[in-house]
């Protein structure tokens, strides 16, 4: 479970976060959406320990980001919008390394790195070095080296930013499968069809607040809206910025 209360978090003159709070359930789909500097990003970075807030909290499974960064590392699998693999390095490799910086070994390392690559159906790719892979076998990678420890909170930026037709359509059905399974997950998306498709909750982020937040259905009502899209474009306020340009 993910809670998040009261978040504010400037760069400088720019405000990114000012005061956002929500709820992620296990074995549902919470959806991050919102435009581009709404604060999506900043908002994920806070909960997998890479940013801190400047005031309010943001809790995996109740422990504190920031004062128990290590006890929500191991809470949870992140995948950021820079993937960052060791190119001279193997998928396998890849995802070995980061299997022992969270204490596996062995053979229940080597276990769970077979499991995860046959969900992700990426044995041809295990043993290749990763230096040319596509976008698509380099996301594979990233979240196997992100679940290899079983984690059961899943955080997601993006994820099928960049993936063809059938990638695209292999993602969603994994995370289909990650909620399946019980896990908390979390991810920002841009694409409302994916969103609307994918999640059990919607968390609409503008100028750094949220703007609205319920199931698809209940935000269409509040905002008296044909769909999501137009509810989006409602809540944000976009479309009004739109007709200044």
Request: net charge neutral; with cysteine; proline share 3%.
């Amino acid at each position: 479970m993910i809670q998040v209360s009261g978040l504010y978090k400037s760069f400088g003159a720019v405000q990114a976060l000012r005061g956002i709070s929500f709820q992620a359930q296990g074995g549902e789909i919470t959806g991050l959406l919102g435009p581009n500097g709404a604060g999506k990003t900043t908002c994920l970075r806070i909960l997998y320990t890479l940013l801190r807030p400047d005031s309010g909290q943001a809790l995996v499974d109740g422990f504190d980001s920031q004062q128990a960064s290590l006890e929500v590392q191991k809470r949870i699998g992140a995948l950021p919008d820079s993937h960052g693999l060791y190119p001279r390095l193997t998928g396998r490799e890849n995802i070995r390394y980061y299997g022992r910086l969270h204490g596996l070994s062995g053979g229940s390392l080597e276990e769970a790195i077979q499991r995860i690559g046959q969900l992700l159906d990426m044995q041809d790719i295990l043993d290749r070095r990763t230096e040319g892979f596509s976008s698509g076998q380099r996301v594979k990678v990233a979240i196997a080296r992100a679940l290899v420890h079983d984690p059961p909170n899943i955080l997601l930026d993006e994820p099928t930013n960049g993936l063809d037709v059938v990638s695209t359509r292999a993602m969603r059905t994994f995370i289909l499968r990650l909620r399946g399974e019980g896990k908390c997950v979390v991810f920002s998306s841009h694409i409302m069809q994916e969103v609307s498709a994918l999640c059990d909750r919607i968390v609409i982020l503008s100028q750094g607040v949220v703007a609205a937040s319920g199931t698809a259905d209940e935000l269409i009502q509040s905002t008296r809206a044909a769909n999501l899209e137009e509810a989006f474009i409602t809540a944000t306020g976009t479309e009004e910025g739109l007709s200044r340009v």
